[in-house]
DNA sequence: CCCTGATTCGC
DNA sequence: GCGAATCAGG
């Protein structure tokens, strides 16, 4: 998978909105959580509570030599010369502005926002339910239509226990489908998809090579 | 152990 | 730029 815009937009969108690296790289698929959380940072998009947040306040308190323990597993043939550590940057200087606390009360308080689905609408945690929360995005959302593709074919809506449910095709292509046959009776699959589904065991030494898989096998793009 | 984010560093 | 490996706190 590659970082798409459409994919970065919603990985900042989000973690904005408060999703763990998880939950992303969940839901976008296809990238680890530490994906995620290298582009976030790469994108400069940090600055979260994490539970291992870093040491504020000054640092006046002379701490013990803090020895560098940054066992590297693959150590390479010539040692790291022993660099001065990178000083840290200094924080700019803070401007001793008095700001005023009288603007940190909303009087409306936002709702706890857990995770952002796709298309970017806002998931709330039970109990903040109450309010009429976001607006529907007035943005384009279209109704998903069902294809032309898949006029006739047995979609995952129309599953029950007595048709077969065999996929055809691909997840996510426009015609995926299912076989849709009459099943067999105590299977979930037609009579025809059961003698793919289960193969009776044989002894060893006359195994046949296994069929086909379903799906067409391993996908080529 | 599970989870979390942060960081490093080979690619 | 990417992300696995690693670190470190909860």
Not at 57 to 79: I, L, S, T
Not at 106 to 129: A, E, H
Request: net charge positive; hydrophobic share 30%; with cysteine.
């Amino acid at each position: 998978m590659s970082w798409t815009d459409e994919r970065i937009e919603r990985l900042t969108k989000m973690w904005e909105g408060g999703s763990t690296a998880s939950q992303i790289a969940d839901e976008l698929g296809g990238v680890s959580r530490n994906a995620v959380i290298g582009k976030a940072h790469r994108l400069g998009l940090k600055a979260r509570p994490s539970p291992v947040k870093a040491n504020d306040k000054d640092e006046a308190a002379p701490k013990a030599a803090p020895a560098p323990k940054v066992a590297k597993p693959a150590e390479p043939k010539a040692a790291k010369i022993p660099s001065e550590p990178a000083p840290r940057l200094a924080p700019p200087p803070r401007a001793p502005v008095a700001t005023p606390a009288v603007n940190a009360a909303p009087s409306t308080p936002q709702p706890r926002i857990v995770s952002v689905g796709p298309g970017g609408f806002l998931r709330q945690g039970p109990g903040d339910q109450q309010a009429p929360i976001p607006p529907a995005p007035p943005r384009r959302l279209v109704p998903a239509k069902p294809s032309a593709e898949i006029h006739g074919k047995t979609t995952l809506l129309d599953l029950n226990d007595r048709i077969c449910r065999w996929p055809m095709g691909h997840p996510g292509e426009p015609d995926f489908h299912f076989c849709g046959e009459k099943v067999n009776p105590g299977f979930p699959y037609c009579v025809d998809h059961c003698g793919r589904a289960y193969q009776a065991q044989l002894p060893r030494g006359h195994r046949r090579p296994p069929p086909p898989l379903p799906f067409g096998g391993p996908r080529v793009r």
